[in-house]
């Protein structure tokens, strides 16, 4: 990416924040429609002894869902690429489970797993889950077959194939499922929070919507939005480092 | 050591109602180098694919690789017609690919890939990628991935069919230079049939699809060659035969 | 289309097989039987929620769908404009939007408008994003071509680039789809007293584990529709494989 480039990012950012202080100020919005960014800074600063904790919380069970996951969903889809006629058999039903939004289930979550962390983590294991299954299965099994005939050439057998061959190459799309599933982990966990639970910014949204507190809402959506960024970010480096062929 | 290395008779196949290939019998000794030439989607590719144990030969055809019937996935170093070198693999982990396939001590086969490294003109590329690779090279990768796997009969599809004529005959001359080093058997398609008779002791030309044996035809020009062999007179003399008959049978391919 | 209800008949056989077979405590897990009976009890209550669902989720996901790409042509024509907009773009996609669900209600109040406008906010950005990279993905070379046959910039667009980016269009599609859903449903969880959304909230609050299990058949039989819509649309457009 060249320099030009980012300055416009940059520009266009500070652009944007920019527009949106100085509307805010001029047309002296209320706040419920929109406060100013400074608004939400100094209510986020100010509040940051009741943020940190939730967003410590949201951030422990995002993460740890994410490893679980993230660990199934890879094992599942290795599992599946080994064994073609059970994979015809579930995969159309896994497809279809996966069509139902996140918000459906996650009450049922809730009841079941009560409305502490361990209703989310299990949500979100669930979605990246399925998230990375499915992306991970796609690379396992749409690997070039003249490589596979060129490996058994050489007298490969199916597990060698699926470590030497299939693996690397299916990694791409691994990552690629890994860094989508780093957002909806952060979603499913705010969303789950929303609907229950003593501590986490979806709850910090939840309650300030009830108390009709505008800036707490968009404070708690700023710092969501941050670990959401450096979540992404951090993933994101790491794949562009391990499928450095690209 | 038995007299042929291969031998191979009345091996066919069909692809549902596509005849891929006709009755093929043909027997080759060891350490000769064979050309196969033939009109496009005649089954060479095909015939390569049951020699390297891919694919079975429909029922009623043999197989013997040093006079034994028997499994040949494994036994035959095959080289397919793209190089399919592995992206996340350097050049000497893609050269290795094979050893480790089959579990060959770590540090011996690395010790003979670098050697081996130099006389593929691969030195001081051993830690490059294969997209920082020309064409040639990626071919010389893939060909040395091949001699690595040591088997004494190696199969090579169209290895010089995406290069350009000038690095062509460079790699020609050093194919012939790095066999008459490692004498292993070659068998070779091409769609050159200067390329076919510069390299071989034996031209074999298949017919239209339903492939089959056309003409078999023994190269007894001097070793070693170079490039002022392709317009010597005797040189032009057997590819004006051998024109001959693949012309027919490309007409053929056309029209069918 | 058997094709397509044959996974989901086989998943009623597994759960109805795993309740009577395992014994599962219907706290957990209902006969399958049990709540087809409360949905078919209450039919034009769970026909209603279905419909005012999935319309608020359709014209978001439609509007979103129609935004996103004609803001992704616009950019091809306008290189400033999408430098500086992009990277907001990027960084606005790992925003857990969902959030935004709250203020959105604020805004609209307790309207459709509300709901549809959380989900075009989720089907837009995936939509652009996806359409840009389809149309980076062209050739280089084919764009000369097709300049060298005298073809302007509005013909290059309509014939070559807006194709070539249909796949990953409807790759972007396919996602939002269920994502738009979601985003309706929790637009509901702000007051709503209609839709999945509304009834999956009332069935939690109260423990009411059949009619919860009923809320979620309905939001699969939403997404399910929405699914079925982009397929549809996708089988009759992209006849082609998108070439590696
Ligand atoms: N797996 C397959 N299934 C069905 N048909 C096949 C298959 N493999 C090859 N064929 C058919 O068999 C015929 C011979 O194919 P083959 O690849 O062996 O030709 P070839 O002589 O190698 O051609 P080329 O010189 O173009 O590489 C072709 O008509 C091809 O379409
Ligand atoms: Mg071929």
């Known amino acids: 990416m060249n320099r030009a480039v980012i300055l416009r990012g940059i520009l266009g950012a500070v652009l944007l924040i920019g527009a949106w202080e100085f509307s805010v100020r001029f047309f002296a919005l209320p706040q419920w429609i929109l406060p100013p960014p400074s608004g939400i800074l100094a209510t986020a600063w100010s509040g940051r002894a009741a943020l940190l904790p939730a967003a410590a919380m949201t951030a422990y069970e995002a993460l740890s869902g994410y490893a679980i996951g993230a660990v199934l969903g890879v094992g599942l889809a290795m599992l599946l690429a080994l064994a073609a006629p059970l994979r015809a058999v579930l995969l159309p039903m896994v497809v279809a489970v996966n069509s139902i939004p996140v918000a459906a289930y996650a009450p049922l979550a809730l009841l079941w797993f009560g409305t502490g962390a361990l209703s989310k983590i299990i949500m979100v294991a669930f979605i990246v889950g399925f998230t990375v299954f499915l992306n991970a299965l796609d690379g396992l099994t749409r690997v070039d077959p003249a490589a596979i005939a060129l490996l058994r050439s050489f007298g490969a057998g199916r597990l060698r194939l699926l470590w030497t061959l299939r693996l690397p190459a299916a990694l791409p799309s691994i990552a690629t499922g890994l860094r989508i599933s780093t957002v909806r982990a952060m979603i499913v966990t705010l969303v789950t929070e929303m609907l229950g639970s003593q501590l986490g910014l979806g709850w910090t949204i939840f309650q300030a919507v009830l108390l009709i507190d505008f800036l707490q809402v968009w404070a708690a959506i700023l710092v969501a939005s941050i670990i959401s960024l450096l979540f992404f970010g951090v993933v994101s480096a790491i794949e562009r480092r391990v499928v450095f062929w690209r | 050591m038995t007299a042929t290395k291969l031998s191979i008779s009345g091996v066919g196949k069909n692809f549902g109602a596509v005849r891929a290939l006709d009755r093929v019998d043909l027997d080759i000794a060891p350490g000769e180098f064979v050309t196969l030439i033939g009109p496009s989607g005649c089954g060479k590719s095909t015939l390569f694919n049951m020699l390297a144990g891919l694919l079975e030969p429909d029922a009623g055809g043999t197989i013997l690789l040093d006079g034994k019937p028997g499994k040949l996935l494994g036994r035959t170093a095959f080289m397919p017609q793209r190089d399919l070198l592995l992206p996340w693999r350097n050049v000497l982990d893609n050269a290795l690919l094979p050893c480790e396939i089959e579990g060959l001590p770590r540090a011996e086969t690395r010790a003979r890939a670098e050697k081996m490294a130099v006389d593929f003109g691969l030195r001081g590329f051993e830690k490059h990628f294969p997209q920082q690779l020309s064409g040639g090279m990626r071919q010389r990768v893939a060909l040395m991935r091949t001699f690595m796997f040591e088997r004494d009969l190696m199969l090579l599809d169209e290895p010089f069919g995406a290069l350009d004529a000038l690095t062509r005959s460079m790699m020609q001359r050093w194919l012939l230079d790095i066999w008459a080093r490692y004498r292993r058997t070659i068998i070779f398609i091409t769609h050159d049939i200067d390329e076919a008779i510069f390299l071989a002791d034996r031209v074999v030309v298949m017919s239209a699809r339903p492939g089959r044996i056309k003409l078999d035809r023994r190269i007894e020009l001097p070793r070693p060659r170079d490039a002022h062999l392709l317009t010597a007179p005797e040189f032009t003399a057997i590819k004006r035969e051998l024109l001959d008959a693949v012309e027919e049978e490309s007409l053929k391919s056309f029209s069918a | ?244």
């Open chain 3, 1 to 244: 289309m058997l094709r397509a209800a044959l996974p989901i008949l086989l998943l009623f056989a597994l759960w109805e097989a795993a309740v009577v077979g395992l014994a599962i405590d219907p706290f957990y897990l209902p006969s399958i039987r049990v709540v087809a009976a409360a949905m078919q009890a209450q039919s034009g209550f769970y026909l209603d929620a279905y419909l005012v669902t999935l319309a608020e989720a359709a014209l978001g996901f439609a509007m979103g769908g129609l935004v996103g790409v004609a803001s992704a042509l616009l950019f091809t024509r306008l290189p400033m404009v999408k430098d500086m907009v992009l990277p907001i773009f990027i960084v606005s996609q790992t925003v857990p939007v969902i959030a935004f669900g709250a203020i959105v209600v604020l805004w609209f109040g307790n309207t459709l408008m509300a709901k549809a406008a959380i989900a075009f906010y989720l089907t837009f950005f995936p939509v652009t994003i996806n359409t840009l990279a389809g149309i980076a993905a062209v050739d280089a070379r084919q764009v000369a071509l097709l300049r060298s046959f005298g073809a302007g910039q509005g013909a290059v667009m309509r014939k070559l680039l807006l194709p070539a980016a249909l796949p990953r269009i409807f790759t972007a599609l396919r996602l939002s789809a269920s994502l738009a859903l979601a985003g309706a449903i929790v637009g509901e969880w702000f007051g709503a007293t209609r839709g999945v959304g509304a009834m999956l909230l009332a069935a939690m609050f109260n423990e009411q584990i059949v009619s919860l299990w009923a809320s979620i058949l309905v939001a699969a039989a939403v997404g399910g529709t929405l699914f079925a819509a982009v397929a549809l649309a996708e089988r009759a457009m992209v006849f082609w494989r998108e070439e590696l």
